[in-house]
């Protein structure tokens, strides 16, 4: 264990910023058709949150919130609403995340506001996913790590 | 536009490449490298590009300093050449 893993102020400050870094990934995610953000930006801010979780508190502490095939069955699963949108489209006649096909409500504009939310989470949770297995698969095994920030 | 702040940040941005492709420490590279791109999503922003400026600064500035880090603490930590 390093000296910013056993800092009490480095400990309080993140347990108090993570939910709060995660609630605004959810913002960014859900205001990307209008604003600036999206299911990208998104996603990357709340691997980052759980990333940071993951730094202070160890990997093993990380791994016990998100473990591998957790977040195996995440990736795909971001994967899978993204394509079943599309092939929904497809199904009800149109092209490919052609939203205003499926007929859900009376209001087609309506209907390819919340496809775009849905395809947007989809992204978000794949990005999340692979970002926080990208990190855990690259940090140094627990014993041999916080050389570097000594 | 602000072509005086347009300036300014380009400046620090040269500034920073060069910083970080001359200097021998690796660590203190990452974090150069981190600040340009923190400098470059204000530019991104400044061009009225605030889609490209966020995804800079969430990628550039955060996740790839993370994992240049954890990638630095497997290696030596120090340029050859």
């Known amino acids: 264990m390093s000296g910013i ?7 309080t400050v993140v347990r108090i910023m ?5 609630l605004f990934a959810l913002y960014v995610i859900m205001h990307g058709a209008s604003g600036p953000g999206g299911g990208f930006q998104g996603g990357v801010i709340f691997g980052a949150a759980i990333i940071l979780y993951a730094m202070i508190f160890g990997i ?10 957790f977040d195996r069955i995440l990736a795909s699963t971001g994967l899978t609403i993204y ?21 859900l409500l009376p209001d087609t504009a309506l209907v390819s506001k919340y496809l775009i939310d849905l395809v947007e989470i989809g992204i978000g ?6 970002m926080i297995s990208l990190f855990f698969d690259i940090s140094p095994p627990e014993s041999e790590a916080g050389e570097v920030e000594e | 536009m602000i072509w005086i702040l347009d300036i300014t940040l380009l400046f620090f941005l040269v500034v920073c490449a060069i ?26 922003v400044e061009m009225h590009s605030v889609d490209v400026g ?28």
């Not at chain 1, 502490?61 to 095939?69: A, F, M, Q, T």
């Not at chain 1, 394509?83 to 007929?103: D, H, K």
């Not at chain 2, 990452?30 to 791109?37: C, M, P, Q, V």
């Open chain 1, 60 to 69: 093993s502490e990380g791994k016990k919130k998100i473990s591998d095939s």
């Open chain 1, 5 to 11: 893993q056993e800092s009490v102020i480095i400990r």
């Open chain 2, 19 to 44: 910083a970080a492709i001359s200097i021998k420490d690796l660590l203190s590279s990452i974090i150069i490298l981190s600040a340009y791109s923190l400098i470059m999503a204000i530019v991104w």
């Open chain 1, 18 to 22: 993570v939910p709060f870094i995660q």
């Open chain 2, 54 to 81: 966020f995804t800079e600064a969430a990628v550039g500035a955060g996740i790839t300093t993370v994992l240049f880090i954890a990638t630095l603490a497997r290696t030596e930590g120090r340029s050859e050449d």
């Open chain 1, 125 to 130: 949770i794949t990005v999340l996913a692979v």
């Open chain 1, 83 to 103: 394509a079943a949108t599309g092939l929904a489209c497809i199904i009800f006649g149109g092209m490919f995340l052609q939203y205003s096909a499926v007929p």
